[in-house]
Structures are given as structure tokens and as C-alpha cells.
């Protein structure tokens, strides 16, 4: 237990540092935890809402915030590369997620050439059906990619690294309230990049 914590406690730390200075994306990135909590809840009992809410909102905000906000140049803070912070990503890099998302933008097209996704669904009456069932496959894609990415791990990098990430994930919506919480006001006082005092100190 002892090494699964320290494990956590360092996915989460080389997460921060390396991909959370920009105020604007601490900002996305608390309303993508709100989202994501919304959509924890919502999952029981509305599923294809949940999707929706954890696509829409939460997805789009929390990747806007790094794929437009965040710096991509020399990484002053931890004497780094960009490339070098995103060959070592242990989740989802830019290029993941790039693949991800366009999984996710294409796949309302499949159901609209197939409506029945290979004989998963009965083929959608209606528009509100058909947007239904776009939610399901956003739904499984979700939890696809999470898998499939722990799967990744396991075999590359072993399991806990794989155990951790996968719990690391789950739960970082709640870490993000309690790390970013703050970064609006920041960003209304004109801040808009985290001077990262805390990474110098331990650097």
C-alpha cells in the first residue's frame, strides 16, 4: 500500500509541474472536475446524460485547456523539453489524445452509416433516439480508452504503474477541486501562469 501511495503521489506531483501552468487551464480543469463529478452521479441513473456531460463538458474543457493554454516551449520551472515531458507522459500525451478524440468526433458517423452498430442497438426511430445511442457508444469509448490504456501500462511499465494511473484518474476530479479551487481568482487578479513556487521549492 505503502508503494501504491507513493506511486500516486508522484503521477499526480509530475502531472502538476509538468502540465498545469497555466492558470486558464486550471481553470478548465476545475470546471472539467465539476463536470466529471456531475456526470460520477448522473451515470447511475442517466447514463447516456452522463456521457454527454463527461464528453461535452468536461473532456472539452479539461483537453482546451492543454492543447490551447498551456506552454509548449522549454519548461524553464523543470529543465525540460516539451518533447522530453511528452515522451515520459504516463497517461494520455497530446498525440493519445489526439487519437482519442478524433475516435470520439468520428463516431457519431458510424452510427449514422450503421444505426444499429452491428447489431447492438435496434436502428434509432428519431433524432432524441439516435442522439441517445451516439451517447452509449461516447459511453464505452470512455471506458475503452481507460482500459485500454491500463492494459498499456501494465504491459509496458508494470502493474502498479498501471493500477495507479487507472486510480489516478478516477479520482482526479476530486484532487483538481482541491488543487485548482483557486486558479480563477488568480486569473481575475491578472495572473495568467502559475509562477509553480511549489515545484521551485522542491526542485
Same mark, same amino acid.
Given at each position: 500500500?505503502?508503494?501504491?501511495?507513493?506511486?500516486?503521489?508522484?503521477?499526480?506531483?509530475?502531472?502538476?509541474?509538468?502540465? =498545469?501552468?497555466?492558470?486558464?487551464?486550471?481553470?478548465?480543469?476545475?470546471?472539467?472536475?465539476?463536470?466529471?463529478?456531475?456526470?460520477?452521479?448522473?451515470?447511475?441513473?442517466?447514463?447516456?446524460?452522463?456521457?454527454?456531460?463527461?464528453?461535452? %463538458?468536461?473532456?472539452?474543457?479539461?483537453?482546451?485547456?492543454?492543447?490551447?493554454?498551456?506552454?509548449?516551449?522549454?519548461?524553464?520551472?523543470?529543465?525540460?523539453?516539451?518533447? =522530453?515531458?511528452?515522451?515520459?507522459?504516463?497517461?494520455?500525451?497530446?498525440?493519445?489524445?489526439?487519437?482519442?478524440?478524433?475516435?470520439?468526433? /468520428?463516431?457519431?458517423?458510424?452510427?449514422?452509416?450503421?444505426?444499429?452498430?452491428?447489431?447492438?442497438?435496434?436502428?434509432?426511430?428519431? =433524432?432524441?433516439?439516435?442522439?441517445?445511442?451516439?451517447?452509449?457508444?461516447?459511453?464505452? /469509448?470512455?471506458?475503452?480508452?481507460? %482500459?485500454?490504456?491500463?492494459?498499456?501500462?501494465?504491459?509496458?511499465?508494470?502493474?502498479?504503474?498501471?493500477? %495507479?494511473?487507472?486510480?489516478?484518474?478516477?479520482?482526479?476530479?476530486?484532487?483538481?477541486?482541491?488543487?485548482?479551487?483557486?486558479?480563477?481568482?488568480?486569473?481575475?487578479?491578472?495572473?495568467?501562469?502559475?509562477?509553480?513556487?511549489?515545484?521551485?521549492?522542491?526542485?
Amino acid at each position: 500500500m505503502h508503494g501504491f501511495l507513493t506511486e500516486l503521489k508522484k503521477q499526480r506531483w509530475d502531472d502538476h509541474r509538468y502540465y =498545469h501552468h497555466s492558470r486558464i487551464n486550471q481553470s478548465l480543469h476545475l470546471v472539467s472536475a465539476c463536470s466529471f463529478l456531475t456526470a460520477y452521479v448522473t451515470v447511475f441513473t442517466h447514463p447516456a446524460a452522463a456521457a454527454l456531460i463527461g464528453w461535452f %463538458v468536461a473532456m472539452v474543457s479539461r483537453q482546451a485547456g492543454h492543447f490551447f493554454f498551456e506552454p509548449k516551449g522549454y519548461d524553464e520551472v523543470n529543465a525540460a523539453t516539451h518533447e =522530453h515531458k511528452e515522451a515520459i507522459k504516463v497517461g494520455y500525451n497530446l498525440r493519445r489524445k489526439v487519437v482519442l478524440l478524433t475516435l470520439w468526433a /468520428l463516431s457519431p458517423l458510424v452510427l449514422w452509416f450503421d444505426p444499429t452498430l452491428f447489431g447492438v442497438f435496434r436502428g434509432a426511430t428519431g =433524432h432524441a433516439e439516435f442522439v441517445n445511442h451516439v451517447c452509449y457508444v461516447w459511453l464505452a /469509448l470512455g471506458l475503452g480508452a481507460l %482500459v485500454f490504456r491500463t492494459v498499456q501500462l501494465f504491459i509496458q511499465q508494470g502493474l502498479l504503474t498501471g493500477a %495507479v494511473w487507472f486510480t489516478k484518474i478516477l479520482t482526479d476530479p476530486f484532487h483538481d477541486i482541491k488543487l485548482y479551487g483557486r486558479a480563477p481568482l488568480y486569473l481575475l487578479r491578472g495572473e495568467l501562469r502559475d509562477p509553480m513556487a511549489d515545484v521551485a521549492h522542491r526542485a
